[in-house]
């Protein structure tokens, strides 16, 4: 994400939250990285589910995050994993 893409997200994030808020994340990541996003979330419950045909998982988690600068934080995170698709 480059500078204006984060500061148009985190507006929107501010538009329509009030902080602290719960948050919910969605990812689909390719098989085998399920941990890597759930290491990211360590004291979080995640919700996994698999492709049909099982070659990919969707991750939700719901966070109570303290501020939009959280949310993005945590999706410049997620994004270091290869593959990982963000909702």
Known sequence: MD?????S???KL??????PSLYMFKFIVPKGKVEQVK???PLHTTREKSS???????IT???M????DAVIE???????IEGLIAL
């Open 3 to 7: 500078q204006t893409s984060i500061e």
């Open 9 to 11: 997200f985190r507006a």
């Open 14 to 19: 501010d538009q329509h939250y009030r902080w």
């Open 39 to 41: 290491k990211l979330f």
């Open 52 to 58: 049909s045909e099982g070659n990919y998982t969707s």
């Open 61 to 63: 988690i719901e966070i």
């Open 65 to 68: 995050a303290p501020s939009s």
């Open 74 to 80: 945590m999706y410049l995170k997620a994004s270091s």
